[in-house]
């Protein structure tokens, strides 16, 4: 374990070029930024053996986005998944987790990390779960060498499922929930561990990912197994339980110095999504987080970006850093290229919504809303267009109803526009009292 | 002035037809919610002259939802409005709106109250306004007339903008906001303030309203005529000034028996929703709040009934009972019907996510929620699709990509399905647990 990480190198006051590319990018002091990543406030996931385009997640970052692709066992197209995440990346994705189950997932992997520039995530537990004969009958050598192998392969970040022990799964046996376990690594976790009547290897033999994570510097996404999968079963004692072990699992990182962050819910009612968020940076250390969702209600499958954008956009203004896109065809299909499109699209909506009320962020955040402000008044379609998320669907959308009578105003409200209206008499009585002051 | 109101009758202990109608919907104790309307923490809309099927707004209250229709002076289709209309109940809003201000506006009112069984709304300003040469030549006369004639028709609830004063008028010259005044009927009002030289009419004859309002039974909206139409206008003094004025009213409006509910804005960001809603409910004496979003990012046209859903659902879990469905289209065009479908989908998302926190509500709210996680848990899709906001469009979505190997899972795992592999393991582990126990 002679290699150093990038968060070593900030203890050690090192300011290299990744730091000032993230700084610049985010537009912070770099030695700020340095002595955020040596104290685990930020990380910054990026492979040794990989040139990856940095993306800063946590304390005065901007809020990023990841979107999920990958194969499936029954749709085995690579260059699809490919595309999609290109796609992602088009419409703003700061990483990209492939979770493919099907095809070669090696030359998958390889190609992915070839063609896209943002960090790149795994799930190696998939890996050595697709690859073995039955999820149950893996090894924790081929758990392991999964992690290794994506390591060596240059993934920037991989989710290892750590925080699940015997004392969760107990926790999850007396929960009374509905769901059980819906994160797929947690179930395989879960599954292996009661077939095998065994520890989970990556609890037992933590220290053991660590020496792999910092040989290649490699950023552990602190998995959470015990997700709620329902709304009936949000905020529960497996969820904290695991939550507590996550936080046992950021200080040996950190004292390993290999970056982390903590994923979190999930299905979280309105109410409890604040307190969840707290809670988590509170025994996490305050490492940054990474949320899927939360999805805020459990009745709107196909509209799943949308649950999950309002649930996302509460979590981040408690403090979340990184959202999970969820595609409109969550909890029903593979999503397709434009079911990305559209994830991503909402999912920035809901990262510049909190990034709105960030620390550190708002102000930058807002000049775009002011400038929107601006172009609204002065009824300047073209700058609303230029500033809007997607500029020519809003193009498209007026234009296929614009008003005959009156090319400024918009078919709404026509000349009713209470902009023009107000603004003629507000500037009308404005010039009165002006008058009335040159008077005196 | 001899006309009784509901209010009245409740506060007489009255339980008539529509309070048991409402009871009988709302899942309450009859007697609890005429309490609840006598004091005004209940409003149920209904004109003494239309046989409206009746909606409640309010404490205990499912969140409801009012979707705006009507022609614009360049869209002048009655038909059309109509039909839009009835997309929006049949989508779930609880009252309509009809914004008319293009073609023959008492004939559309007339259809549309004719045609549709919910709470119908208005505001009468637009209606003198639209009807004047021009808008700041309306008489006083031509204000209070439209709300007479609209409560003579039947109308239940009108928006009036009686919180406009030289008071609020004056904070808002001195606010330094980047778009004044978004509010169609606010803008109305301050220009004819302005041009005329003379307090809002709704406001210095506020008792004459009542008088109208009580004639008829006529429930009072209290319009937010200086809510923020841009971030960065949010949570100003002339906002805040006008909600003081609108808990004067609420009060005086109570004192004649009239129901009332209060809007609120507009152009939130995150942190501030919540203390908004807060100071609304405090200042306006728990009266029922309608709010028009919030939305919470100026840069999302075209996607505006999503960063509506974000802030409604914010909004409604700090107290708000009455959302405005925003359709996609705002900000840019008259919305098409399917603009209202998905308004309105998406509007049902925000609210149903509100009941799942709601007191007195969420019981019930949350049994579709736990039925929706046993069918995923059993991997029932018919029921899935039946429990969702829009059963249809699940089972495409899901159909469109269904896995060929594996009919129960869905293609995102297929059989590396979470809950099937979970389930599996630990059943044998709850049937061994069971054995041991035997054992013993």
């Known amino acids: 374990m002679t290699q150093t990480t990038l968060m070593k190198e900030c203890q050690n006051g090192i300011v290299g070029e990744t730091i000032k590319a993230v700084a610049e990018a985010e537009k912070i002091d770099p030695e700020k930024l340095c002595s955020l990543v040596a104290k685990g406030l930020v990380t910054i996931p990026k492979n040794a053996n990989r040139d990856t385009l940095p993306t800063g997640i946590g304390k005065f970052m901007r809020t990023k986005i990841n979107a999920n692709i990958g194969t499936s066992r029954d749709y085995i197209d690579a260059e699809d998944e490919i595309s999609k995440a290109k796609i992602a990346v088009q419409y703003g994705a700061g990483a990209i987790m492939d979770l493919s189950t099907g095809g070669d997932l090696d030359a998958i992997r390889k190609q992915i990390l070839s063609e896209i520039s943002v960090p790149v995530g795994t799930v190696p537990l998939y890996d050595a779960a697709a690859t073995a004969p039955m999820v149950v009958e893996m090894t924790a050598d081929d758990m392991f060498n999964a992690v290794r192998r994506h390591a060596e392969q240059g993934v920037d970040f991989v989710t290892v499922h750590a925080g699940i022990n015997q ?133 709107a499958p196909g509209f799943d970006h949308i649950t999950s954008a309002i649930g996302g956009s509460v979590a981040g203004a408690a403090g979340t850093d990184f959202l999970c896109m969820v595609s409109p065809s969550e909890h029903l299909a593979l999503p397709t290229a434009d079911d990305i499109k559209v994830g991503m699209q909402v999912a920035q909506i809901a990262a510049h919504a909190t990034d709105l009320v960030k620390e550190g962020v708002r102000d930058r955040a807002k000049e775009r809303d002011d400038a929107m402000g601006f172009a609204r008044k002065n009824l300047d379609w073209e700058m609303q267009y230029s500033l809007a998320i997607d500029p020519e669907h809003a193009r498209a959308v007026r234009e296929a109803r614009s008003s005959g009578s009156d090319t400024e105003a918009c078919s709404m409200c026509g000349d009713l526009c209470a902009m023009k209206i107000v603004e003629r008499e507000l500037e009308k009585g404005r010039q009165k009292a002006a008058i009335k002051k040159n008077d005196l």
Not at 203 to 213: G, Q, S, T, V
Not at 233 to 262: C, H, N, W, Y
Not at 267 to 293: N, Q, R, W
């Open 167 to 299: 004392n969760t799964v107990d926790k999850l046996m007396k929960a009374g929930r509905i769901t059980d376990v819906v994160s797929r690594g947690g179930s395989f976790t879960v599954a292996w561990m009661s077939h095998n009547d065994a520890e989970n290897p990556f609890y037992a033999e933590f220290d053991y990912l660590l020496e792999i994570a910092q040989e290649y510097d490699v950023t552990l996404s602190l998995g959470d197994g015990m997700r709620p999968g329902c709304i009936h079963d949000a905020a529960d004692a497996p969820m904290f339980e695991e939550i507590l072990v996550l936080g046992e699992l950021v200080k040996r990182s950190r004292e390993a110095f290999v970056q982390t962050f903590v994923e979190g819910p999930g299905h979280v009612p309105l109410d409890k999504i604040e307190m969840s968020v707290k809670f988590m940076k509170e025994t996490c250390h305050d490492a940054p987080l990474y949320l899927l969702g939360p999805i805020v209600t459990d009745i």
